[in-house]
């Protein structure tokens, strides 16, 4: 899983997560940020909410309830959940997916 992202992309500012099943590096953008995600099997995130979120799965398979609505998402299928929206999400396979956050403060740098 980790040669799916190319230097350019390994080399940008890895997220502050306490998860060690999960991997990230940021674009920080003025208003939002995009999270290239690695995620591993089995890893399960409760209920939530949060500003809006976009993404797309590059790979695996990702099971995600927004609202009401159970859904398995697979490569090359997109999601959006829209500001407050209460959801949950777990990981049926390793995924790698691409995610936009519409909060400039979302995530941290990880401290090295």
Sequence with gaps: MNEIFPEMITNLPEIDIPNKDIKGFMIQGESNQTIFFMIKAGVYFPEHSHESQWGTVI???FEI???????VYRKGE????????????????DVVSVD???DKDKFSVLKN
């Design 100 to 102: 936009v956050f519409d």
């Design 59 to 61: 790979e695996g398979e």
């Design 78 to 93: 997109s999601y959006f959940i829209p500001e407050g929206t209460l959801h949950t999400g777990y990981y049926v396979t």
């Design 65 to 71: 309830t927004i609202g009401n609505e159970k859904r």
